[in-house]
């Protein structure tokens, strides 16, 4: 079992930048890692992935504004979300999860337990 650990989440106001960090308790340097988003009311949104080279994908509405970034150490793992130019509607519950890739997709085996973001205008 691996345990994921989110931080970094807050309040700011439409056009500041947020940095999340998830720490992983291992190290699997074949799983990709990925962060979702899921705002009051809507389904689980996939925002970026990072695979297991470094490989990333966007969410079309954050591709500009977002980066997803990764650190391997030898006992843990770290996936960072940087996120810039904010606005209300990326007002969300956020999570990462981990997983196997699968031509070039991360297939989440396990999930982190979320950080709130709220973006005021």
């Known amino acids: 079992q691996v345990q994921l650990v989110e931080s970094g989440g807050g309040v700011v106001q439409a056009g500041e930048s947020l940095k999340l960090s998830c720490v992983a308790s291992?190290?699997?340097?074949?799983?990709?890692m990925a962060w979702y988003r899921q705002a009051p009311g809507k389904r689980y949104e996939l925002i970026g992935t990072?695979?297991?080279?470094?490989?990333?994908?966007?969410l079309d509405s954050v591709k500009g504004r977002f980066t997803v970034s990764r650190v391997n150490a030898k006992n843990t793992m770290t996936l960072f979300l940087e996120m810039n130019k904010l606005k209300v509607e990326d007002t969300a519950v956020y999570l990462c999860?981990?997983?196997?890739?699968?031509?070039?997709?991360?297939?989440?085996?396990?999930w982190g337990q979320g950080t709130q973001v709220t973006v005021s205008s």
């Open positions: 291992q190290s699997i340097a074949e799983y990709g």
């Open positions: 999860s981990i997983g196997p890739v699968s031509a070039g997709t991360v297939d989440t085996v396990f």
């Open positions: 990072v695979t297991n080279v470094a490989a990333t994908v966007y």
